[in-house]
């Protein structure tokens, strides 16, 4: 409004005799596109529209302020039908000419671009909204992967559980040469009758989890877990490299878990 106030107010000249619609006449209204287009940047369709409305209005407001004070205003409906050179430029070069049909098609192409850039706007703002609703999605459904593979590790191996999540299905048969390995704990009942059971499960669980990191060291896939036993399998279903020497490895007293439980 301010722009507009500045072209009905500010005084184009200091003679009196000078109409201050040649400031109209002279800079136009192209000085409002710039405010349309910053607008843009809030990515509101709506206050595009609504600055291009106010634009117009104060365009308009200031054009027939203007005007109104003139003692004598032509316009191109004062030029004759058969009209000459010098009737032309009597009307169109004179200081007092107001050419209200310019005004016109200056606010309609100001009003059409206000009207497009709110389209590019509004379809702006749909596509950034709706890569920060994918985004979210994808994080959300990542969570939950990450839950259901924690969950579902509790009950099968978690490199199968991971391996069956990422392929969105279920494994797929295959033909391979692996190797399986039983293990449990010689005089394990013996050791059960002398100890108390929360002493007992203490030292199973211990066992159990010291084992079964041991196996994912080499590679190696728990398949069950059989009282204070488990079977491994290597090279089956997730592929290694030298199924038997990891196994072998596994197994070895060297490596054994239960030195680390307390169980004698």
């Known amino acids: 409004m301010s722009i507009c106030a500045s072209f009905a107010l500010i005084p184009i000249s200091r003679a009196d005799d000078v109409p201050q619609i040649i400031a109209a006449r002279a800079y136009g209204v192209y000085f409002l596109f710039p405010l349309v287009a910053i607008c843009c940047l809030s990515l509101s369709g709506r206050l595009v529209l609504l600055t291009g409305a106010m634009c117009v209005i104060g365009w308009w407001g200031a054009f027939m302020w203007v005007i109104t004070g003139m003692d004598r205003a032509l316009s191109w409906a004062d030029i004759p039908a058969n009209a000459t050179r010098a009737d032309y430029g009597d009307v169109f070069l004179s200081i007092d000419f107001i050419a209200r049909g310019n005004r016109i098609e200056e606010t309609a192409m100001l009003m059409f671009a206000a009207l497009a850039l709110a389209v590019v706007v509004y379809r702006a703002w749909g596509v950034f909204f709706a890569q920060v609703a994918s985004e979210m999605e994808w994080r959300r459904e990542r969570s939950a992967r990450e839950h259901i593979s924690a969950l579902f590790g509790k009950y099968v191996p978690a490199e199968i ?19 399986a390995l039983f293990m449990d704990i010689a005089g394990f009942t013996a050791f059960s009758a002398r100890h108390s059971p929360e002493h007992v499960i203490g030292v199973l669980d211990a066992f159990l989890a010291a084992a079964t990191d041991a196996v994912a060291a080499q590679g190696g896939i728990v398949i069950s877990y059989l009282g204070d036993g488990f079977l491994v399998t290597f090279n089956a279903p997730i592929r290694i490299a030298g199924p038997a020497d990891a196994a072998i490895e596994t197994a070895r007293p060297s490596g054994s878990p239960l030195r680390s439980t307390g169980m004698r």
């Open 161 to 179: 559980a991971r391996t069956l999540i990422a392929n969105d299905g279920p494994l797929k048969p295959q033909r391979t040469t692996g190797t």
